[in-house]
């Protein structure tokens, strides 16, 4: 290969970019929806809820992290966080050795929220699980995205995929099922 060669044509590259755009919002439409009926009812959105998620998986994070992890801009993190902070759910604050960032830590009460959200998670009201269901029937288990997580990888790095990892995993280890319901262990 000659230098500065690629190994693949623009066309390739624009239908590829454009598949994933595409694919990308249709899916984002739904999940957003989804994801805003499942929380509406506690007085949250999105960004809050995926705040509260971090914090309470990071047991303790920077805004900075919090912003990486949840994709979003540091002023958007801190804002929101604030939100939070002025409910109670978590509460800012400094490091001895480090104060020029500011942490948040989750609270009992953010804890608990946190909680029956998940233990009133109805995957009936989902589309996008719905929308997969076919698969888990057809293959016995859901799809597991690997190639997106690869895509992901190379964007946002490695930590990233493995906060994503130990988000699932601790859903995993602290939570179990007991009649259709999820129940902190």
Known sequence: MKNGEKHYSMKEAMIFS???????????????????????????NINEHHIL??????KGASISEIAKFGVMHVSTAFNFSKKLEERGLLVFSKKEDDKRNTYIEI?????????????????????????????RDFYGKFPENIELMAILRNI?????????EKSLDSIEENFTEKD??????
Not at 18 to 41: F, G, H, N, T
Not at 53 to 58: K, N
Not at 180 to 185: E, G, P, T
Request: glycine fraction near 4%.
């Open 18 to 44: 454009q598949r994933i755009a595409q694919l990308s919002k249709a899916l984002w439409k739904s999940v957003e929806k989804d994801w805003q009926q499942w929380i509406k009812p506690y007085d949250l």
């Open 53 to 58: 998620s971090i914090a309470y998986q990071l």
């Open 107 to 135: 609270t009992p009460k953010g804890e608990q929220l946190l909680v029956q959200l998940m233990q009133d998670y109805n995957p009936d009201n989902n589309a996008v699980f719905n929308g997969a269901l076919a698969l």
């Open 156 to 164: 946002y790095g490695q930590d990233f995929i493995e906060i994503f």
């Open 180 to 185: 259709q319901k999820l129940v902190k262990r």
